[in-house]
């Protein structure tokens, strides 16, 4: 007897991300796929549960290790870094830049300019400057095998947690002419990231439109995932999110997103990267990603991500940014972690 695979299953859906844990954060509020528009498979019956067997109890690397020390703590500071293409010398220079300000940070993977570093190199270059480093690794540029080759690259530079992304099609793009992967989605690469060393981060979009949306997050978490980073939403949103997801998953580590918007052209793209839900009361400059980070922790995240919303030429002014409003984001949260600690511990 012929057996069907997931892929096989996945493409008689029609999505095309080929996805079985659908539907991806990109579908609309009407159930609309990002890509072309088609009615989205996976909207209308509901988030897919996850099926398979959880993988075994697995040790740490030292880098995941530090981060789960950390957030017995006190919240983390995480921040994005503004995208400079692939040079290991600039990665290496901003990192080194936001090395004494934040905790870690994220390598994300943004469609706009999609040529980048492996994500194992980045990581590498980032743990050199002594940040907590969550690369996020996408299943649109990379086969299974290609995959697991990256998460075992990952294992050796001790990457803090890898944030497991399906990714944008590339029609959406920069890179229309490239032919993307997925062989895998989100859920699935979390489950085969179980088998590493580092924790399992996955994205989730806190906002309201689909109402099945914890379901999805807990599909993730069965597939294995330890942490959470959820996209930016209005601050009401989130926190709404927030809550809920520590209340049904009391171990996941939750970490909110929080924009720090610099132009009007980073602003344009991240309402594209938020699926057009993004509220202008909800973003501020930097003065203002301080108080609504505040008022995420305050909701119950673990830790924050912050990201610079500008335009492509405005990498420096980026950087700036988020050296000052992490630094100043994390001395509040050691400030507040030592004033509630009993005297004995503080000394
Ligand atoms: S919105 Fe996403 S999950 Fe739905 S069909 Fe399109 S690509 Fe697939």
Redesign the pocket.
């Known amino acids: 007897m012929r057996v069907r695979s997931r892929t096989s299953v996945a493409a008689d859906?029609?999505?095309?991300?080929q996805?079985v844990y659908?539907?991806?954060q990109?579908?609309?509020a009407e159930g609309?796929?990002?890509?072309?528009g088609?009615s989205?498979?996976?909207?209308a019956r509901g988030a897919v549960p996850y099926s398979a067997l959880p993988s075994a109890p697995r040790q740490l690397n030292p880098g995941a290790e530090r981060l789960v020390g950390l957030l017995a703590e006190r919240p983390v500071i995480l921040t994005e870094v503004p995208s400079d293409g692939p040079d290991p010398a600039r990665a290496r220079a901003s990192s080194e830049r936001l090395s004494t300000r934040v905790d870690g940070i994220v390598l994300g993977d943004a469609p706009w300019a999609r040529v980048q570093l492996p994500p194992s190199l980045r990581a590498g270059i980032a743990a050199e400057s002594g940040l907590l480093t969550v690369p996020g690794l996408t299943c649109r540029d990379r086969n299974r095998v290609a995959l697991e080759a990256e998460l075992h690259a990952l294992d050796a530079v001790h990457a803090s947690a890898v944030l497991c992304l399906t990714g944008d099609?590339t029609a959406l793009g920069s890179r229309p002419d490239a032919q993307p992967v997925f062989d895998l989605d989100s859920t699935r690469l979390a489950a085969l990231a179980t088998r590493r060393s580092s924790l399992v981060a996955v994205a989730e979009r806190p906002t309201r439109e689909w109402p099945h949306r914890l379901d999805r997050l807990r599909a993730k978490v069965a597939a294995g995932a330890d942490m959470v980073i959820l996209n930016h939403a209005p601050a009401e949103q989130a926190a709404e999110f927030i809550r809920s997801a520590k209340q049904a998953f009391p171990l996941l580590v939750v970490i909110a997103s929080v924009p720090v918007v610099l132009s009007a052209e980073g602003r344009r793209r991240l309402a594209a990267f938020g699926g057009g839900t993004l509220e202008s009361g909800n973003v501020g400059a930097a003065e203002r990603a301080h108080d609504h980070a505040i008022g995420l922790l305050s909701a119950g995240a673990d830790g924050i991500d912050l990201s610079a919303a500008a335009g492509a030429d405005e990498t420096r002014l980026a950087l700036d940014a988020l050296h000052d409003v992490g630094g100043a984001l994390r001395a509040a949260v050691v400030q507040s972690a030592a004033s509630s600690l009993p005297e004995h511990q503080g000394r």
């Open positions: 859906t029609g999505c095309p991300k996805m659908g539907p991806c990109g579908v609309t609309g796929c990002e890509v072309d088609r989205c498979p996976f909207f099609h």
